[in-house]
């Protein structure tokens, strides 16, 4: 078996955390007309989908996801404290 290639660091979403890459697969033209440092979940038409999120209604959507889609706990929560580390909540401190 080969190791899929992985660069993780500068291709998850700067808002959710999310991995651009798996993004992608909902989005046939794959990166964002408006940014690529945003999945289409928290960004489109030029501004964010939900704007008036706050950082700790960020982390428990994202916690809350990654639960549902079989995460374990300890590292849905890694995941979930690196938020705000991202660009979208870094620049409001
Ligand atoms: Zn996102």
Request: hydrophobic content about 30%.
């Amino acid at each position: 078996m080969t190791k899929p290639r992985r660069r993780i660091a500068a291709t998850v979403c700067q808002s959710c955390g999310m991995p651009l890459r798996l993004d992608a697969a909902d989005r046939p033209d794959s990166g964002s007309p408006d940014d690529p440092s945003f999945c289409s979940h928290c960004y489109g038409a030029g501004k964010f989908v939900l704007p008036d999120l706050t950082l700790e209604q960020m982390q428990a959507r994202v916690l809350t996801k990654l639960r549902k889609v079989g995460v374990p706990e300890s590292r849905a929560r890694t995941l979930t404290r690196r938020i705000p580390s991202l660009q979208r909540w870094k620049a409001r401190t």
